[in-house]
C-alpha cells in the first residue's frame, strides 16, 4: 500500500473542557476525494481547520504525505512543530473558505498572484499566466479584473478556488463551500469542484451538506457524530443501508429538509 | 542631581492646594458641558431647519477651534462688551463649550439609537413630545452614552492646565511659579504628570466597570429586541 | 452629512465678512498672522507626520511585538494619553535642558505634539487592524503567508480605510494644540495673535479672524481626508 496523503493518528482537540474531536484515525490515499457529513457542532470544520494548521491539536500526530505536519523531528524525537516549521510543510494543502475570505481591496487576478509572488517567489509573468489559466479554469476569464464586491457570491468563491490551486497544493480542503451561496449559484461552483476532480491529482477533503454531490463525486463518505467517525464507507453504502443507527437518523433528517 | 527628594516633600503639599482648583475647573467645567451638550443636541435634532443648521455650524465650529483660544476670546474679548469675567470663569465657561461641544455629539449617537417604534408608540398613547423625551426617550439615550461621557470627563480634567495662560492658579501655573523661584522645573512638572497620569488611569479604570457594568444591565430590562 | 462642511463655510464667510467690514486696519495686520499661520502650519504637518510613525510602530510593538516591546508601547501610550498635551510640552521644554537635552522649541513642540497624538493614533492602528475580519488571517495562512507579510500585504491596506476618518479627527486634534505652542515662545498663529492684541487692543477683530483662520485649516484637514476616503474606499467594498 502506498502512503496515505493525509493521515491523522489518534488526533484529539478540545476547547478548554470541551472535547471536540477524540482521538481521530483517519488515513486519506492519494488522489482520493473524501466527504465529510454530519450534524452541526460534530466538529466537521475542526478537522480541516487542523490539517490547514488554523488550529492547534492537543494530541495525536497529523501526516501529510508522510511528513509528519504538526510536528518535527528533532534528536530523533517528535516535538510540536515551530511556525518556521509549519511554513515548509503547510504549502502542500490549500483551503476554500465557507465566506470566500477574498482580499476585498485587490482584483481577482491580484488574489491569485499575491501567495504565488510573495511565498512561491514566482515572477510577475509567471503568476499572472498561473492565475490567469487558473481563472479561465474556473470560468472567469472574462471577470480578471473585477473585485470581489463586484462578484457574485458564485465567482467569488470560484476565484476562491482558483487563488487556492495557484499555490499547486497536494491536498484541497472545501468547508461548505456552497453553504453562504443563494441556491441557484451552487451549481456553479460544484461544477468547478466536478472538473478539478477529473482534470487534477488532487486529494480532496470537503465538507458537505450537499448529499447528492457527496453521493456522486466522492470516493468515500465519512459521517461525523460527537468528535468521532461514527461511519465511513463507500457513499452507495452509507446512503443506500447506513449500518449505524444515528447515520439512518441524520439522512433521513436532511433528505425530509430538502 | 537630576531629583532632589527634599524638594517634592517641600512643594507637595503646595501642588495639592492647587489640584483642588484644577478638580474644581473639571467638576464645574463638565457639569456646563454635559449640561449645553444635551441643549446643543436637541437643538441639532430640532425639525425646524435654521435651528438645526445653526446648532449643528456652532458645534462643528467649537469642535475645529483651539481650546486656548476660546478661553482667550472669553476672557478678553467678552470685556469688550462689559462682560468681565473671573480667569477661573472665563475657564471654566470656555472649557464647558468646547466640550459641551463633543458632549452634544455623544447625546446625538445615543438619542438616534433608541428606536424610532419607541417615538410612535409615545405618539400612539398620546403623549406630549416633551413627556416623550423626559420619560421616554432620555432614559434609554443617556445610560448607553455615560461611558463615552466619562471620557470627555477624562479629557476635560486633562486640558485644564491650559487655563494656566490665563494665570488661574491651578497646578499647571502653581508648577510654572514653582519652578521659576527655585529654577528647578524636574520636580513640579513631573509631578504635575504624575497627577494627571494617575488620576487619567484610575478613571479609565472606573469608566471600565461602569461599561462592564451598562453592558451587563441594559440587556433590554423587559423590553423587545 | 453635506450639511457639516456647509454650516462651517457659511460661518467662514459670515464671520470672516463681518471681521473685514468692522476692522478697518484689517490689511496691517495680514503679514503678521500669515508668519503666525505659516508656523501652525509647519508644526501641524511635522507633527502629524511623527504622529503616524509612531502610531504604526506603537501599536505594531503592542500588538506583535516581543513582551520588553510590547511593555514598552503601553507604558507610551498610557503615559502620553493619561498626561495632557500641555504637560508634555513643558516637560520637555523645561526639564529636557536639565537633563542636557538642549532642542529647539520648534523641535520640542513638533516632538510634543506628534507624541501625543500618536499615542492616540495608536489606539486608532490597533482598532482598525482588529476589525479586520478573522478569516483574512485564515486566508493568509492557508495561502502560507508569513506573518508579516499578511500584515503588509492584506492587513494593514484593509486596515487603512476604516483609519481613515478618526485620523482626520486626530489631524484636527492636532491642528488646534499647536496652539499651546504659544506658550513656549513659538511665534505661531496664537503668539502672534497675543502679541497684535497686546500692542494695538483691536481685541475682538483680531482673535475672530484667528479663530476664523483655525476653522478654515480645520475644514482644509476635513475636506483633505473626506477625499482622502473616497479616494481609497474605491475598488475596497466591505460586506460580500
Ligand atoms: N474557537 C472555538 N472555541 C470554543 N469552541 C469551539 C471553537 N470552535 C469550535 N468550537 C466548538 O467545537 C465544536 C465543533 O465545531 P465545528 O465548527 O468543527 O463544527 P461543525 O461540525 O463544522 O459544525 P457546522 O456544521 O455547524 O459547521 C462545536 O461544539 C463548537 O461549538
Ligand atoms: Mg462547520
Known amino acids: 500500500m502506498t502512503t496515505p496523503m493525509v493521515k491523522f493518528d489518534n488526533v484529539t482537540k478540545s476547547y478548554g473542557t470541551l472535547t471536540v474531536l477524540d482521538s481521530l484515525n483517519l488515513e486519506i490515499a492519494p488522489n482520493e476525494k473524501v466527504a465529510i457529513i454530519g450534524p452541526s457542532g460534530s466538529g466537521k470544520t475542526t478537522v480541516l481547520r487542523m490539517l490547514m494548521t488554523l488550529e492547534r491539536i492537543n494530541d495525536g500526530v497529523i501526516y501529510v504525505d508522510g511528513d509528519p505536519l504538526t510536528h518535527m523531528q528533532k534528536n530523533g524525537k517528535l516535538v510540536p512543530a515551530d511556525e518556521r516549521y509549519l511554513r515548509k510543510v503547510r504549502g502542500n494543502i490549500g483551503m476554500v473558505f465557507q465566506h470566500f475570505n477574498l482580499f476585498p481591496h485587490m482584483s481577482a487576478m491580484k488574489n491569485c498572484m499575491e501567495a504565488p509572488i510573495h511565498v512561491l517567489g514566482l515572477s510577475k509573468k509567471e503568476a499572472a499566466e498561473r492565475a490567469a489559466e487558473l481563472l479561465d479554469m474556473v470560468g472567469l476569464g472574462d471577470k480578471k479584473d473585477q473585485y470581489p464586491s463586484q462578484l457574485s457570491g458564485g465567482q467569488q468563491q470560484r476565484v476562491a478556488i482558483a487563488r487556492a490551486l495557484a499555490m499547486r497544493p497536494k491536498v484541497m480542503l472545501f468547508d461548505e463551500v456552497t453553504s453562504a451561496l443563494d441556491p441557484e449559484l451552487v451549481g456553479e461552483v460544484l461544477n468547478v469542484i466536478r472538473k478539478l476532480g477529473t482534470e487534477h491529482n488532487l486529494t480532496m477533503l470537503m465538507v458537505t451538506h450537499q448529499m447528492g454531490f457527496a453521493r456522486e463525486f466522492a470516493d468515500r463518505v465519512c459521517f461525523f457524530y460527537g468528535g468521532k467517525i461514527a461511519e465511513a464507507g463507500k457513499p452507495d453504502e452509507i446512503f443506500n443501508e447506513p449500518k449505524e443507527e444515528r447515520t439512518r437518523q441524520f439522512l433521513s433528517a436532511v433528505l425530509e429538509a430538502n | 542631581m537630576f531629583w532632589d527628594w527634599n524638594y517634592v516633600w517641600e512643594i507637595t503639599p503646595t501642588l495639592l492646594r492647587a489640584s483642588v482648583v484644577t478638580i474644581q475647573a473639571t467638576l464645574l467645567g463638565f457639569a456646563l458641558a454635559a449640561v449645553l451638550g444635551l441643549v446643543l443636541a436637541i437643538l441639532r435634532m430640532s425639525k425646524t431647519g435654521w435651528i438645526s443648521v445653526t446648532a449643528a455650524g456652532f458645534v462643528e465650529f467649537i469642535r475645529s477651534t483651539p481650546v486656548l483660544i476660546q478661553i482667550f476670546f472669553i476672557f478678553f474679548v467678552f470685556p469688550e462688551f462689559g462682560v468681565v469675567l473671573p480667569a477661573m470663569t472665563a475657564g471654566v465657561i470656555a472649557l464647558g463649550l468646547h466640550y459641551g461641544s463633543y458632549c452634544s455629539e455623544v447625546y446625538r449617537a445615543g438619542l438616534e439609537n433608541v428606536p424610532r417604534g419607541q417615538w410612535e408608540a409615545s405618539t400612539a398613547l398620546n403623549l406630549s413630545p416633551y413627556i416623550t423625551f423626559r420619560d421616554i426617550i432620555i432614559p434609554q439615550a443617556i445610560p448607553p452614552v455615560v461611558p463615552a461621557l466619562g471620557n470627555y470627563l477624562v479629557a476635560l480634567f486633562k486640558e485644564t492646565p491650559l487655563l494656566s495662560a490665563i494665570a488661574v492658579l491651578e497646578l499647571m501655573q502653581t508648577a510654572k511659579i514653582l519652578g521659576s523661584q527655585s529654577f528647578r522645573y524636574v520636580e513640579p512638572i513631573t509631578l504635575v504628570g504624575g497627577f494627571f497620569l494617575v488620576m487619567s488611569l484610575i478613571a479609565a479604570a472606573f469608566i471600565r466597570q461602569v461599561e462592564t457594568y451598562l453592558n451587563r444591565t441594559l440587556r433590554n430590562p423587559g423590553g423587545a429586541r | ?240
Open chain 3, 1 to 240: 452629512m453635506q450639511l457639516r462642511p456647509l454650516a462651517v463655510c457659511a460661518i467662514v464667510f459670515f464671520t470672516a465678512g463681518l471681521a473685514v467690514s468692522s476692522f478697518a486696519g484689517f490689511r496691517e495686520f495680514i503679514p503678521g498672522l500669515l508668519q503666525g499661520a505659516a508656523v501652525t502650519i509647519q508644526i501641524t504637518v511635522g507633527g502629524c507626520i511623527l504622529a503616524m510613525v509612531m502610531a504604526l510602530i506603537a501599536a505594531m510593538a503592542k500588538m506583535y511585538g516581543p513582551l520588553p516591546l510590547r511593555w514598552l508601547a503601553v507604558a507610551y501610550i498610557e503615559v502620553f494619553r493619561g498626561t495632557s498635551a500641555l504637560v508634555q510640552l513643558f516637560w520637555l521644554f523645561f526639564v529636557l535642558p536639565h537633563f542636557g537635552i538642549l532642542l529647539d522649541p520648534l523641535t520640542v513642540a513638533i516632538t510634543a505634539l506628534g507624541l501625543n497624538v500618536g499615542a492616540y493614533g495608536a489606539e486608532v492602528v490597533r482598532g482598525a487592524v482588529n476589525a479586520v475580519p478573522r478569516g483574512q488571517w485564515e486566508a493568509s495562512v492557508a495561502l502560507n503567508m508569513p506573518r508579516a507579510l499578511s500584515l503588509r500585504r492584506i492587513i494593514l491596506p484593509q486596515a487603512f480605510v476604516a483609519m481613515i476618518p478618526p485620523w482626520g479627527n486626530l489631524f484636527i486634534e492636532l491642528l488646534k494644540a499647536t496652539a499651546l505652542v504659544s506658550l513656549i515662545t513659538i511665534s505661531d498663529l496664537t503668539f502672534k495673535a497675543q502679541q497684535m492684541n497686546q500692542t494695538t487692543f483691536r481685541t475682538v477683530e483680531i482673535f475672530t479672524i484667528v479663530l476664523v483662520v483655525y476653522l478654515a485649516l480645520s475644514v482644509l484637514i476635513t475636506v483633505g481626508t473626506r477625499t482622502l476616503e473616497t479616494f481609497a474606499a474605491r475598488g475596497i467594498a466591505r460586506g460580500r
